[in-house]
């Protein structure tokens, strides 16, 4: 019996970097193609108006790993990355018992900070990852992917001018193929008489866009969709708005179709080998004792709104939104969801998935997606609020149809009415039907974003 596997579910966090909430075929009508996505969405839980809490890495990662907002925690090194000592659902489930580890991603600083995961190995953008003094200090200024290219002897192309280059290294070294194979040894390796909470975070889509054959070339730049609104969505926003769109670098990227499909051409390869080394990572999980969550930390413009990238941080939808998915042991499953979430309700929704009792002194600005899970929501899971930017300069709120925004050192925020307004076109903060609900709004982000950070000694 002492060999026995645990009867807890295994749960399995699945994340990407800075993909669009429609980039998967799902919610693409098969344009991007993801088959196993596909697959998992069929027979889970879809959430269709899933929020990020940032529209930067850093501060998106730091709340998914800790069901706080952004602005409530402490940071060090570089003013973004996570402060050692916090609580995160990894520090949580291993006092538990359950084996935690991270493969992939997640823009620490220093590299390897100790935020509660006895196992990672860790593949990075270095060359934005804001390593200081800490970082110096302690040696830990490289990642584990760049231990692995050295000692094969690979150059590592996040150090070169390579940007834009086409993959010229064995398909095997690409961050993709390097994360879900790290993935799969670590799986064959656990021990398996202890639950399990993986974290599996791939580096892309986000830059560089280096797919490698046969990815590159899998898709005709000239059969990618271009989206419909450019850049006359945002000449009747408040200036300040207008402002933050005009400068930035993006602009004439996105203002010529051919460069426009072939990033979307590019993102689509990359997009379609993550989904490939997924199938093979999910082929060896038992989903009847697991729970499989996918989800990405941000979006991207993808030239909608003549903006490409995430430049500027403005929380619009294509930055705010990131899919979100749920399959595995106690999920019903077959199922879409419009009802707001957030992907920083993960921590909760793991811990109640696992039996583990939320601590009381950790202050969440979260919930937990269980009930919705189960298909068994409350009145209080589906009309709730969400919010997203807290660190950057425009922060947000949404709350049914209405989405109100506003800059740090204005007074005019913006009001939309996503349901008649999906590309955030037409501001009804100053429209005398819609006064009260722009007040509503705009209290209740003050509210929170008056909460303070929270202490170390939890």
């Known amino acids: 019996m002492a060999d026995a596997p645990s009867d807890r579910p295994d749960l399995i966090l699945v994340m990407t970097d800075q993909q669009r909430h429609d980039q998967v075929g799902y919610a693409s009508c098969g344009h991007f193609e993801t088959p196993t996505l596909d697959g998992l969405a069929a027979s889970g839980v879809v959430f269709e108006t899933a929020y990020s809490a940032s529209t930067v890495c850093v501060p998106a990662r730091n709340a998914l790993l800790t069901g706080i907002l952004p602005h409530r925690l402490p940071v060090q090194e570089n003013g973004m990355a996570l402060r050692e000592g916090v609580w995160t659902i990894a520090h949580a489930l291993g006092r538990a018992g359950y084996e935690t580890a991270l493969i992939g991603k997640m823009h620490f600083a220093p590299v390897h900070s100790a935020h509660g995961f006895e196992t990672m190995r860790l ?124 400068a930035s670098i993006t602009r004439a990227e996105a203002a010529d179709p051919r460069l426009v499909q072939t990033f979307l051409a590019t993102v689509r390869g990359l997009v379609r080998q993550i989904d490939d080394a997924l199938g093979r990572l999910v082929a060896e999980l038992d989903l009847s004792r697991s729970v499989l969550l996918f989800t990405s930390d941000h979006g991207d413009f993808a030239g909608h709104r003549g903006l490409m990238r995430k430049n500027p941080w403005v929380p619009f939808d294509d930055l705010a939104r990131v899919p979100l998915m749920a399959t595995g042991a106690g999920v019903t499953g077959g199922r879409r969801v419009p009802a707001l979430v957030q992907s920083s309700d993960i921590p909760l929704t ?109």
């Open 123 to 246: 593949c990075e953008h270095l060359s934005a990852q804001g390593l200081g003094p800490l970082s110096q200090a302690r040696g830990d200024l490289v990642d584990d992917y760049h231990g692995w290219l050295i000692d094969r002897g690979l150059p590592d192309r996040r150090l070169e001018e390579t940007a834009g280059q086409p993959w010229s290294l064995p398909i095997e070294a690409h961050p993709t193929e390097w994360v879900v194979n790290e993935s799969r040894s670590f799986l064959a390796q656990r021990d398996r008489r202890r639950p399990l909470f993986l974290v599996v975070s791939f580096p892309h889509p986000h830059a560089p866009y280096d797919p490698p054959e046969p990815y590159r070339s899998m898709y005709a730049p000239a059969d990618s969709e271009l989206p419909v609104g450019g850049y006359e969505l945002n000449e009747g926003l408040p200036l300040w708005l207008q402002l933050a769109t005009s």
């Open 350 to 458: 793991l811990l109640e998935l696992a039996g583990v009792p939320a601590p009381s002194e950790v202050p969440f600005d979260s919930r937990s997606l269980a009930p919705l899970l189960a298909d068994r929501p409350g009145p209080e899971d589906l009309d709730r609020a969400v919010v997203c930017s807290t660190t950057m300069s425009w922060p947000m709120i949404r709350r049914g149809s209405y989405k109100y925004l506003e800059h740090v050192e204005h007074v005019d925020g913006v009001l939309f009415d996503l349901q008649a307004d999906p590309d955030e076109q037409h501001n009804l903060v100053d429209d005398a039907g819609h006064r009260a609900v722009g007040e509503e709004l705009r209290d209740a982000l003050r509210v929170v974003r008056e909460r303070p950070v929270i202490s170390m000694a939890t």
